[in-house]
């Protein structure tokens, strides 16, 4: 049977609500004395079922999808779904009491749409909604004094028309919060922010407020003594992070982790991120809060020294990304003064390297690195002999960086971090040696290291590098079990290649000698005036080697434009298949002459553009 006439429900009323104003309009009784009237509980009024809601549509003529629109219906454990939307319990809270005196004050005049009746509004009880939208004042939001309260009676537990006169005219003005705004749109049926529509609402919003909290108000700030009015405020900051999904959450962390500044050294994670820190952590109830957790577990794992095992935020850390000093120190052995002076000389982290910060961060693979290489290193004696070199040369090796140590030490030339391994050796050893070829017999012009550094006055050092660096071409050795003292260079190639450091404006003797077609008396030659009153045609340059000692070379601009401006007789013979003998003779009837003098230069030299112009 449908109750006549057929009362309408108001817009975002509760079926509570809706069913107190039933049981007056009709039978004029209160919200309880009708329930018991039609035989139904107000626990069934509260957390109807699908069943109960067909029975409430048939005697009120509302239809059902109306009425679920009024209801938050028992979703899974501990779950409520209303308009689509599911979240936990807490989110839509029925442990308090929330209304709006300035809309319960327009309910009562008779030609409000409830007909003068107190009406309780479903998005009163969402815990983000703390503005009314309609009026800009704060809710009034308190604890239930009892059980029967959670049946939000207005007429029982709203105050009286005076009271709420007061209360509307003392309330504070203020607007929704972004977060509420997004509420609300999202239970209407409005799409966006993407990443926060991705997750449940009640997740959506506590990861905005919890976000908010700590960057507006305090990492530390106590919870339960926040005023509506900060928590606005919050939930604004909060949303502008989250609403740009990931990477606005981790922009907000980086915030919070920059503004520990120099403290960071001697803090964790808890100390960064107060409040959001031990909400993750410290998950009681074991709810799920959905990506924000992850968001934040991985910046933590990639910003703190973190163990392998840990339990963080309910998941146990696989593999550890950063150390600490005192960590690394304790799984590997290493001294906490010697590795905080490596990790800071080696630019792994920044810091004072006399000064310990045990719980500086340190990228955990670079950091076991450098503590195994540590504890690796080898006396420069065994350098020496992995080697076949004498202790000076060793030394030098080591010192120039040919093969690398530790950590560089400025002022000091003492300790395990001077030394270099084994491995590093090994590795010089095995480029140096690849670079020779094993010959049965020196090909000729070949020298020991030794004697071919005496011989061009350059340093084995800097004739060493130039072998490891694959610069010097000719490198032979008789006895690869030699080693190093079984190497063997060419001189000339080695003032070529090494002295001029690889210049490409010199050239030396036999470079340009050979790039001339003379011999190098006769290239020197060209390096004095062959006439009286003429200038050379070359010039030459002094470059000092590592051992301070100078050397000369060519330029090359000059031997190229040499090469151009002049060519000799034999070669004007082989070109017309010739021999000078009857070269000479043609040139001369073509009214052709040498330019330069036979003597110093071993040959007569014409001008191209003379034997061009004569088309011989």
Known sequence: MTLRPELPICEDETLTSYLGRVGKFHFDLSAYRFLDLIEFSRERAKYPSHEDLDRISGLTGVAKDRLVDAVALRAESRQRRYRGQTFSTEFMNANQTSFCPSCLLEDEKFDSASNGSRVARMLWRVEPVRVCGKHHIELVRRPNRSVSEQFQDMELVAPSTKDLKDLSAAARKSSPSALQVYVERRFAGEIGPAWLDEQDIDQAARACEMLGIVLSLGTHINLNKLSANQRIAAEDVGYDFACRGQEGVTEALRILLERKGDRLGKSGPQFVFGRLYQWLQFNG???????????????????????????????TVQQRKLHSIDSLSKQTGVHHKTLNRAVV?????????????????????????LAARILSAIPRSEVCSLLNCNRVQGDQFVSSGLIPVICKTPGLTKGALCRTTKADVESFLTKMMSAAKHVGEASNGMLSIHDAAARSRSPIVDITRSIVEGR???????DPDQKFKGLLVNVDEIEENLVAGGREDLMSRNQAADYLGMKTYEAYALTTALKAGEIPYLRLRQVKNGKGVWHEFFVRSDVVRFRDTFV?????????????????????KAGIKPWLPKDRLGGYYYRRSDIDRARI
């Open 285 to 315: 109830n074991k709810r799920e809060i959905g990506p924000v957790k992850g968001i934040v577990r991985d910046f933590v794992i990639d910003n703190f020294p973190i163990a392998t095992g840990t339990e963080l935020f309910g998941d």
């Open 345 to 369: 000389l080696s630019g792994l982290a920044d810091g004072d390297p006399e000064n310990p910060a045990l719980t500086r961060p340190i990228p955990s693979g670079a950091g076991e690195d």
């Open 472 to 478: 010097l071409l000719h490198v032979e050795t008789l």
């Open 568 to 588: 000799s007789l034999e070669e004007v013979s082989q070109a017309h298949n010739l021999t000078s003998r009857w070269m000479k003779p043609k040139l001369e």
